[in-house]
């Protein structure tokens, strides 16, 4: 059956920011670096430590090697790798590898390359280098292969043509993605460890542990300002708080909003930007469900009090959305629009719509059902806070809300098959700057 006949992205929405904490004197992740840091300051070298609670294997974060499950987000939150083009903060494509490119028809697109850039193996980045680290990339990686749709590549100088298997309009919205970090292929994967063509390369990583990076010192784009980075892998977002109010790191990547208090003064700076990760719910719209009551769903949506959330569950890092899409983009923010957080109005539509407490145990009735939703939900601590807050919230205007939490495969199993009013999630929705990804996973066959 079509998902998009049994959901709805209900404006329940809120969008996450990401953060980098720095020690003064240094987004929704979170860095922060301390004053008194170990950053060495001579003329020779300048260090720094950075702890980072997402570079760990459970997040399938490996090594930096691109080709390899998520391991390409390592790769370029680090300036070890860089891709074709590069998202802009209302995420549209910019030039980055790429100068230039045409969509010459339907199957085809001829890219052209950024000159005097090299790997920091000291190969030239050319059309050649970019088309065995793509055939690699997909022989390699099912997601990309996935996504890319390549069925051949030509290559001469600093020209790459691409030809797709399918029409693919949002082709070079993909190559933005982490795992497009262009390569040296010859260069190797030993140890995890790969060759790119940015301000840092990785000289030891071991998984679970650390990281290591010198700065490219023949970088194409300007002059790195540390000469040596060390990553740090710490998972507990406690022991990194702690980690830096030592001074063991001077930078911390992933922090609990709830250790952000402690860095509120003059020796520590927050650097923060809005992503396009965001919490939102879904209503069924099956007949079976009491949500198919357009009346039921507009209450649940005036009675949600989304502020809320960000000011006290997220306690102020991010902000309320209208839809699922992010502010900035050109198809999110004001270009939605959604029900106002509205108790009274709430209980209004309700009662005009027939549905009433009669019996006066608190949950609204018509004839004989009463307003109880199956609310699903998966195993993770922000879902869980909004679940219960959800719930209370809809107790106030008389709908009773059952909480099933499960883990985060059957939650999907679940909706698939309509067996829930209400459910929630949590992803990046326009992670590559193309909204149809999301609408893909939601609502297509």
Not at 380 to 391: G, P
Request: aromatic content about 8%; hydrophobic content about 35%; proline content about 3%.
């Amino acid at each position: 059956m079509n998902k998009s006949k049994k959901i709805i992205g209900m404006a329940l929405s809120a969008c996450l920011c990401v953060s980098m904490l720095a020690g003064c004197g240094s987004n929704n992740k979170t860095e922060t670096s301390k004053s008194n840091s170990k950053t060495e300051n001579s003329e020779t070298k300048k260090t720094m430590v950075i702890g980072d609670t997402t570079f760990n294997s459970s997040n399938e974060e490996n090594s930096t090697n691109p080709h390899d499950a998520y391991s390409g987000w390592a790769c370029i939150r680090y300036g070890i790798g860089e891709t074709l083009v590069k998202y802009s903060d209302n995420m549209e494509i910019q030039p980055w590898l790429a100068k230039e490119w045409e969509n010459v028809d339907e199957l085809t697109w001829k890219i052209t390359l950024q000159d005097n850039v090299k790997f920091s193996s000291g190969r030239d980045m050319d059309a050649e280098a970019v088309k065995q680290c793509l055939e690699h990339l997909i022989e390699n990686h099912d997601r990309a292969k996935n996504d890319l749709k390549i069925a051949s590549i030509d290559a001469d100088g600093q020209v790459l043509t691409i030809h797709t298997s399918e029409p693919k309009p949002a082709l070079l919205n993909y190559l933005g993605d982490p795992y497009g970090c262009i390569i040296d292929v010859d260069a190797g994967f030993e140890n995890g460890i790969v060759a790119g063509t940015g301000p840092y390369i990785a000289v030891d990583c071991k998984t679970d542990d650390h990281l290591t990076l010198v700065k490219n010192e023949n970088y194409w784009n300007g002059e790195p300002k540390i000469d040596e980075l060390t990553i740090r892998t710490i998972t507990d977002g406690n022991t990194l708080a702690n980690a830096l109010l030592s001074g063991e790191v001077q930078a911390a990547y992933g922090m609990a909003y709830e250790s952000y208090p402690t860095f509120e003064n003059d020796n520590f700076q927050f650097s923060q930007i809005s992503t396009s990760r965001c919490f939102f719910g879904k209503m069924n719209f099956d007949e079976s469900s009491v949500c198919a009551d357009s009346a039921v769903r507009k209450a649940i949506a005036m009675g949600i009090d989304k502020e809320s959330f960000v000011t006290t569950l997220l306690e102020g890092n991010g902000y309320p959305a209208n839809g699922v899409f992010p502010e900035g983009s050109a198809f999110g923010g004001d270009k939605v629009t959604t029900e106002s957080y509205d108790p009274e109005g709430a209980k209004k539509v309700l009662e005009e719509a027939g549905w009433k407490d009669s019996d006066g145990d608190g949950i609204r009735e018509m004839n004989g059902k009463k307003i109880s939703i199956n609310y699903i939900t998966y195993e993770n601590r922000r879902l869980s806070d909004f679940a219960q807050a959800i719930q209370t919230q809809l107790a106030d205007i008389g709908i009773e809300a059952k909480i099933n939490s499960m883990d985060a495969d059957r939650e999907w199993n679940k909706m698939v098959a309509g067996e829930y009013d209400l459910c929630d999630s949590n992803w990046i929705t326009v992670g590559n700057g193309d909204p149809t990804e999301y609408m893909a996973n939601w609502y297509g066959k």
